[in-house]
């Protein structure tokens, strides 16, 4: 590993860390060390860096802003990757907007709508990176990528670099291509409408005021933790079962939101998994309903 750090720094992919605490990088405030932790300067750096570990044969993970992943305590082994800055480049040609992986999608969202672009007013309140958006198709308030997503810049664990489609993105709900072929979005062209500022503004300040009356940002959270059993509503349910509230150790199912986890200040990743199962069993006993993730579990358990 030490070889591999040392070749990493003499191609200046970007910043490289070693025994980097995954804790300071998800919206969770939780995870335990990487291995070694880079943050490329540039689509070109990021290259170097993917080609790298495929050389080596070392384990590794993309991450972005960490906000819809649960790390192990134990951390992860060989190299993460975080698109941050240095991908975080917006270009605007007319309603199309060229935007990198790193870029924030709250600050997108607003950013566009100083311009009069109408159609990403949902992503107000989404937490993750453009990059995360891409992969995961993040959507709320009825509307998701998929809906504006033109192209997707996708890097491939062979080096290969290619412009996908929103067909060949194969998107559904909460589910793209990406994530099962390990393709990482470095960057993706969206298509949006022009619109009267003021009723772009005033639709993204409902939606940042909805997300924040009825969802616990004032706790460090992921996001929503499970998927929506259509027709049910995941909060609905364990609301319905009495959850609300209920903790295990540090983690506890949010008293605003019951998709929501809240880390009350020293929740590990084990008390968080504990309540993901407490929930699951629960939810399956009661009302005979499957309950699926959406937040991603990775690292050593």
Same mark, same amino acid.
């Given at each position: 590993?030490?070889?591999?750090?040392?070749?990493?720094?003499?191609?200046?992919?970007?910043?490289?860390?070693?025994?980097?605490?995954?804790?300071?990088?998800?919206?969770?405030?939780?995870?335990?060390?990487?291995?070694?932790?880079?943050?490329?300067?540039?689509?070109?750096?990021?290259?170097?860096?993917?080609?790298?570990?495929?050389?080596?044969?070392?384990?590794?993970?993309?991450?972005?802003?960490?906000?819809?992943?649960?790390?192990?305590?134990?951390?992860?082994?060989?190299? *993460? @990757?975080?698109?941050?800055? #240095? =991908?975080?480049? !917006? $270009?605007?040609?007319?309603?199309?907007?060229?935007?990198?992986? /790193?870029?924030?999608?709250?600050?997108?969202? *607003? @950013?566009?709508?100083?311009? #009069? =672009?109408?159609? !990403? $007013?949902?992503?107000?309140?989404?937490?993750?990176?453009?990059? /995360?958006?891409?992969?995961?198709?993040?959507?709320?308030?009825?509307?998701?990528?998929?809906?504006?997503?033109?192209?997707?810049?996708?890097?491939?664990?062979?080096?290969?670099?290619?412009?996908?489609?929103?067909?060949?993105?194969?998107?559904?709900?909460?589910?793209?291509?990406?994530?099962?072929?390990?393709?990482?979005?470095?960057?993706?062209?969206?298509?949006?409408?022009?619109?009267?500022?003021?009723?772009?503004?005033?639709?993204?300040?409902?939606?940042?005021?909805?997300?924040?009356?009825?969802?616990?940002?004032?706790?460090?959270?992921?996001?929503?933790?499970?998927?929506?059993?259509?027709?049910?509503?995941?909060?609905?349910?364990?609301?319905?079962?009495?959850?609300?509230?209920?903790?295990?150790?540090?983690?506890?199912?949010?008293?605003?939101?019951?998709?929501?986890?809240?880390?009350?200040?020293?929740?590990?990743?084990?008390?968080?998994?504990?309540?993901?199962?407490?929930?699951?069993?629960?939810?399956?006993?009661?009302?005979?309903?499957?309950?699926?993730?959406?937040?991603?579990?990775?690292?050593?358990?």
């Amino acid at each position: 590993m030490e070889q591999l750090v040392e070749s990493l720094r003499a191609l200046q992919v970007g910043e490289v860390r070693v025994n980097e605490s995954l804790a300071h990088h998800t919206t969770w405030k939780i995870g335990g060390p990487a291995d070694v932790f880079v943050i490329p300067n540039d689509i070109e750096g990021l290259k170097k860096t993917m080609k790298l570990i495929q050389e080596t044969g070392c384990k590794w993970r993309v991450i972005g802003r960490g906000s819809n992943i649960l790390v192990s305590d134990k951390g992860l082994r060989g190299v *993460t @990757v975080k698109l941050d800055k #240095g =991908l975080d480049h !917006l $270009e605007v040609n007319g309603e199309s907007i060229t935007v990198g992986a /790193g870029y924030p999608v709250v600050k997108l969202a *607003t @950013v566009i709508s100083r311009q #009069g =672009l109408a159609g !990403l $007013e949902f992503a107000a309140g989404i937490p993750g990176s453009v990059g /995360g958006a891409v992969f995961m198709n993040a959507g709320a308030h009825g509307s998701d990528i998929s809906q504006i997503l033109t192209k997707a810049h996708v890097l491939f664990p062979d080096g290969t670099l290619r412009w996908l489609t929103n067909e060949e993105m194969a998107f559904s709900y909460r589910t793209s291509l990406l994530q099962k072929n390990d393709g990482i979005c470095v960057e993706a062209i969206f298509s949006l409408t022009r619109g009267d500022k003021e009723d772009i503004k005033k639709k993204l300040q409902k939606n940042k005021d909805y997300r924040r009356d009825t969802q616990p940002w004032n706790h460090p959270t992921c996001g929503s933790v499970f998927r929506n059993p259509l027709p049910e509503y995941a909060g609905q349910l364990i609301e319905k079962a009495g959850l609300k509230g209920y903790q295990i150790g540090g983690a506890q199912i949010s008293t605003m939101h019951a998709n929501f986890i809240v880390n009350t200040g020293d929740a590990k990743a084990a008390d968080v998994v504990a309540l993901i199962h407490h929930v699951k069993d629960t939810i399956q006993k009661q009302y005979q309903v499957k309950m699926e993730t959406e937040v991603e579990l990775i690292g050593e358990w």
